[in-house]
């Protein structure tokens, strides 16, 4: 999972103004958030997975700095999840010779 989103520079804008801009997942093309922009009071809040994760901020860097962990987060586990799941399957469908000895003694 890789995900992008436009920084938006709020520069010079007036009181009132506000921006949302969508988080995707590059890999698979799917929205899976968004960054709400506003001008007055400056804040930035970020909304990944169905308000899942969620963080207020002030600054285009402190919002890529939550996107990114995130993202690192839900890799590190899914791949954490997959290593799991291989070796789940692979002891379950290995039989070995004791395996064997143990129900014909049966």
Known sequence: MRLDWNNLSMRGERDGTAYETSVVDVDTGKKVGFVHHEVTPIFRLVSLFDDKY?????????????????????????????????????????????????????
């Open 54 to 106: 969620q963080g207020q901020f002030k600054s285009n860097e402190e919002c890529n700095a939550f996107i990114r962990g995130v993202e690192s987060v839900l890799n590190h586990m899914t791949s954490i999840g997959t290593e799991h799941s291989e070796e789940a399957r692979q002891k379950s469908s290995t039989i070995t010779a004791e395996d064997l000895n143990a129900s014909n003694d049966e």
